[in-house]
């Protein structure tokens, strides 16, 4: 089976970084990926981690350790746009590739 | 890059009736479609895999029977949603996987539909 784990809610000030870190269990790993989602809307892909180490693309950045079972999203000079959820999924060694999704984190930027 | 529609965006139906809701790969072939249903402020779950010409594979939990999903084609799959009542109201997400993409961003989503059942 999956189990993912995110923070459920984080608030960070406008300018600022913020970390959101996802934990997982899974029965078989093939990569994790993070995707953005503002409210109402299809989640819009970030990154993807198959190996251990850091992406970095802009403003985002994501981390794997994956003997840890572990990951983070990292976000740099937060806007007032960043505010929506996060969603860690994890791609499973199953034939269809399936994704499965954390419970996500729901960011709130400030001023 | 890929682009996954949806139709009905939204919809509001009454309960006993079934609704049909159609995803479409608009630039890309996908032997391998994906169907999420989402409650307001929680994460996605996956409800099935939709495979191009054969069953479509349910995951533990979902009916088979109300939530008939057919791929019909390489660019369409329909989830209908027979017999729906209010406790079936979400957000439904269909996702594709692109035949010739590469693995990293193999997944490709579409915009959702909002179903109420009333």
């Known amino acids: 089976g999956q189990n993912i784990d995110q923070p459920t809610e984080m608030t960070a000030t406008e300018g600022a970084i913020v970390q959101i870190n996802c934990t997982y269990q899974t029965s078989g790993f093939n990569g994790l990926f993070w995707y953005q989602q503002h409210a109402g809307e299809a989640p819009t892909f970030l990154s993807y981690n198959v190996l251990d180490g850091l992406e970095e693309k802009g403003r985002f950045s994501s981390f794997l350790s994956r003997s840890k079972g572990y990951s983070y999203l990292l976000l740099k000079e937060l806007q007032m746009k960043d505010s929506a959820s996060y969603l860690c999924?994890?791609?499973?060694?199953?034939?269809?590739?399936?994704?499965?999704f954390g419970t996500g984190t729901r960011l709130t930027v400030i001023p | 890059g890929a682009v996954v529609s949806q139709h009905p965006s939204r919809v509001i139906c009454k309960s006993g009736t079934s609704v049909k809701i159609e995803c479409r790969s608009l630039d890309f072939q996908a032997t391998t479609m994906f169907w999420y249903r989402q409650f307001p402020k929680k994460s996605l779950m996956l409800m099935a895999t939709?495979?191009?010409?054969?069953?479509?594979?349910?995951e533990q939990g979902v009916e088979k029977d109300k939530f008939l999903i057919n791929h019909a084609s390489l660019t369409l799959s329909t989830l209908t949603v027979t017999s729906a009542h209010p406790e079936d109201s979400s957000f439904y997400i269909c996702s594709a996987r692109d035949l010739g993409g590469d693995a990293s961003y193999e997944q490709y989503f579409g915009p959702g539909t909002r179903l109420t059942v009333t």
């Open positions: 939709s495979n191009e010409g054969s069953k479509a594979t349910y």
């Open positions: 999924a994890v791609r499973a060694r199953t034939g269809a590739n399936n994704l499965f």
